[in-house]
């Protein structure tokens, strides 16, 4: 049984599983929007931003904004085994970590970014995400074009 740990507002744990994410009532009611019911409970939520890299969300549930922190079993794993320091490593490319199409580019060939810089929009699963720079670098060439659709893996960016 797969398990997640979500931390709520950076106080709040719990423990979500594949289980018991299969056991709720999720209808879709827009973009971005769904209707929970767990168990007697009825919630509503939006999923307003989601860092992939960070794996950090913002939600709005029942018009409450939060920010969501979400470990998968890797990162229990690794955390577990004492690994998880940051390690610094060069990064030659950006790739693509899911598929979808590219909404909008914020860089170009021969700017300097910092680590968090927004490169691009990627929309994946009725979803905006803002992929963002890992590291410094320079801006080598932007491999693909705005509307462009992308399979995960393809290289967006390659930086110097």
């Known amino acids: 049984m797969t398990s997640y740990n979500v931390t709520v507002d950076g106080e709040n744990k719990i423990e979500i599983s594949n289980e018991s994410l299969a056991?709720?009532?999720?209808?879709e009611t827009g973009k971005n929007t769904w209707h929970i019911l767990e168990g007697n409970k009825s919630y509503v939520v939006e999923f307003l931003h989601m860092d992939t890299?960070?794996?950090?969300?913002?939600?709005?549930?029942?018009?409450?904004?939060?920010?969501?922190?979400?470990?998968?079993?890797?990162?229990?794993?690794?955390?577990?085994?004492?690994?998880?320091?940051?390690?610094?490593?060069k990064v030659d490319e950006i790739k693509a970590p899911m598929p979808g199409l590219v909404l909008d580019i914020m860089v170009e060939a021969g700017q300097t970014i910092k680590?968090?810089?927004?490169?691009l929009i990627l929309e994946a699963m009725k979803m905006e995400n803002v992929l963002k720079s890992p590291g410094e670098g320079v801006v080598e060439a932007i491999k693909v074009e705005k509307g462009a659709a992308v399979d995960k893996g393809a290289v967006l960016i390659k930086l110097q």
Do not use: F, R
């Open 23 to 27: 056991q709720m009532d999720w209808i």
């Open 53 to 89: 890299q960070k794996k950090l969300a913002t939600l709005k549930v029942n018009g409450v904004k939060h920010h969501v922190c979400i470990e998968d079993p890797y990162d229990q794993l690794v955390k577990k085994m004492g690994l998880s320091a940051t390690v610094a490593h």
């Open 115 to 119: 680590e968090g810089d927004p490169l």
